[in-house]
């Protein structure tokens, strides 16, 4: 998919943002965001997670350890030219950031999630759309109501308009063997940003989070937004301002 590239930034500092994609999405919808810390003097890698930015057919060939390897990689590229790692994780991006600082014993610095998952809008439906729906077809078109708010201008975002039903799957089980049991694991300090009108996840997984992290400095930073990827949404330079504030004040401690 053009424009779904990986994007990397050597700025020859000490200091790397690892910044991961939602999924179905790419790191399009870092490159503002990768810009403004690579001006700020960061080194910026924002791999492109396996299965993702080709077409929907490579994402149900891939599974959770191909994309555990993909960011895997990626960490260890940015870490040969930087001595404290950032994770920057939007949506899925911060399920997998978890993986990550709990796979490398909290090596990281620390992490900022904007809209990670626990808990989806609808969620019940979409569950039972997956064990009924899912049996007899193989994709799940985006819902057109979320699908014109948060995908489809693709100067903004370059993903897939449609699930499959097997990653689907696989996402809905990565959060629940993954994630929830693996939160108190977590010791970084983490910022856990998510807007409060968002239409795709909803708000009360960033309490979840926070209230199961086992990190001794937390905070939650809710954000006037009706988008799910807000990193490339109209206030977006707030979400830059906050996620570049709070690395200082952890830089600084």
């Known amino acids: 998919m053009k424009g779904g590239e990986s994007i990397f930034i050597n700025k020859n500092s000490d200091t790397g943002i690892l910044m991961l994609h939602g999924f179905t999405s790419t790191p399009a919808q870092f490159k503002e965001l990768a810009d403004f810390f690579a001006q700020k003097g960061f080194n910026v890698s924002a791999p492109l997670v396996a299965g993702h930015g080709t077409c929907p057919e490579d994402l149900i060939k891939s599974c959770p350890?191909?994309?555990k390897k993909s960011i895997?990689?990626?960490?260890s590229k940015l870490k040969r030219k930087s001595k404290k790692i950032f994770?920057?994780?939007?949506?899925?991006?911060a399920n997998l950031g978890f993986w990550l600082i709990k796979e490398s014993n909290n090596e990281p610095a620390g992490i900022i999630t904007f809209g990670a998952p626990i808990y989806l809008r609808y969620q019940w439906f979409l569950k039972l759309r997956f064990y009924t729906y899912g049996r007899?077809?193989?994709?799940?078109?985006?819902?057109?109501?979320?699908?014109k708010t948060d995908y489809t201008d693709m100067e903004d975002e370059v993903t897939y308009p449609v699930i499959p039903m097997k990653s689907f799957g696989e996402f809905l089980n990565f959060i629940s063997h993954e994630t929830?049991?693996?939160l108190l694991k977590i010791k970084v300090p983490a910022l856990i940003g998510h807007a409060n009108v968002d239409p795709v996840?909803?708000?009360?997984?960033?309490?979840?989070?926070?209230?199961?992290?086992?990190s001794p400095f937390k905070k939650i930073f809710w954000f006037d937004s009706h988008r799910h990827t807000a990193v490339n949404?109209?206030?977006?330079?707030?979400?830059?301002?906050?996620?570049?504030?709070?690395?200082?004040?952890?830089?600084g401690q």
């Open 72 to 75: 895997r990689l990626a960490y």
């Open 65 to 67: 350890e191909d994309w």
């Open 136 to 147: 007899f077809k193989q994709y799940y078109r985006k819902p057109v109501r979320i699908y």
């Open 201 to 214: 996840v909803h708000p009360k997984s960033a309490a979840y989070i926070y209230g199961h992290l086992g």
């Open 180 to 182: 929830k049991p693996n």
């Open 233 to 251: 949404g109209k206030d977006r330079k707030v979400l830059f301002e906050r996620a570049y504030e709070f690395i200082k004040e952890v830089a």
């Open 87 to 93: 994770i920057i994780g939007n949506s899925f991006g």
